[in-house]
């Protein structure tokens, strides 16, 4: 492993410049050292603070007592928070990919809003409250929208391609959207419950749903790896992509479908939580180069880490309450995306 100097094209009035790019088993290293040291920072810190000595004890000779308590409790937001911040992080790395463009997100193809209008019609129509019924709602939601869109651009002159696959994603969330905003107008009890879920949070989670929809997160994960390889030709284009005797068609569908299990999964668990999957693969992007078989596996363990510290973040700036972590992502990830806007490689939508 090696860590080696990057040379970046002189642009005018700066001179040159020359940026640090990490060798991928260094990168792998560190960023797996920055997510254990952030799910450490989640079981310790919160309205209670708890040394780290009781986080070892609460697993290896629980007592019951309020520092283990304290520990425990926090489990799930920790595992959540680790499973919702790699699936956002793969699912906007493999979005990037499959749309050869450094600035889409999972959001493109209508993900969250597909999953906020399942979420609004089960309060309204059904009087549906439960967590685990809500995450259920979402992620329905979630994969319809992207059924619909992606049945939309395939059925376009052109097929699926990144540019009808954008286009139909925005007008399914435009709908979605439309239809959500004439919901809440008109139904105040459903506006009331609905902003605390549309927020993005980890506090609602539990084991009980990580148990049910785990193995949709694993599936996607899956599809995400299997790909990557494939997206490296995508990024040629698609001429390009099938002299390499890649099937263009399969290869996007199945990145597609990643997109759906990883960020509808997400989405359903924690709420619309955005900028994870626009910034964390272009961060990763920027360490380790282009390579989408170490961007995807990467942005999934950067994802976790980013979405951990800002849970923690949350809970030390709102003490004894929580911030919620969709609040410090938009505070945290909007800077960032100006910053990508302003550099000169990023391309436009």
Known sequence: MSLAPAPTTPTSGSGARR?????????????????????????????RIVPLDAVWDAFLRPDGSTDQAAVLSRVPTTITGLLVGAALGMGGAVMQGM???????????????????????????FGWQA????VWCALAGAAVAVVVGYGAAAASPGGATPVT???????????ATAVITGILIVDQSTLESFRFWQVGSLTAASFSSLAQLGGLLALGAVLA??????LNALALGDDVARGLGVRV????????????????????????????????????RFLVGADYRWIVALSA????????????????????????????TGVIGAPVFIALLRRRKAVGL
Do not use: K, Q, Y
């Not at 050869?100 to 129509?125: E, K, Q, Y």
């Not at 286009?167 to 969330?173: C, E, S």
């Not at 950067?302 to 849970?311: E, I, P, R, S, Y």
């Open 301 to 328: 363990v950067a994802g976790a880490t980013f979405l951990l510290v800002c849970d923690v973040i949350g809970r030390i700036l709102a003490r004894p309450g929580v911030l919620e972590v969709g609040i410090v």
């Open 99 to 125: 749309a050869r463009n450094p600035l889409a997100d999972p959001g493109l193809l209508g993900v969250n809003a597909g999953a906020s209008l399942f979420v609004v019609l089960g309060m309204t129509l």
């Open 225 to 230: 790896v299997a790909c990557s390889g494939r």
């Open 19 to 47: 940026r640090v790019r990490l060798s991928p088993g260094w990168a792998i290293v560190v960023c797996l050292g920055a997510m254990f040291v952030a799910a450490a920072l989640s079981l310790t810190l919160g309205a």
């Open 165 to 175: 696959l954008a286009l139909a994603g925005a007008a399914v969330a435009a709908i």
């Open 131 to 134: 967590p685990l019924v809500i």
């Open 249 to 284: 068609g399969a290869s996007r569908l199945t990145a597609v479908l990643a997109v759906v299990l990883l960020c509808g999964t997400a989405t359903a668990l924690a709420g619309p939580i955005g900028f994870v999957g626009l910034a964390v693969p272009h961060a990763v």
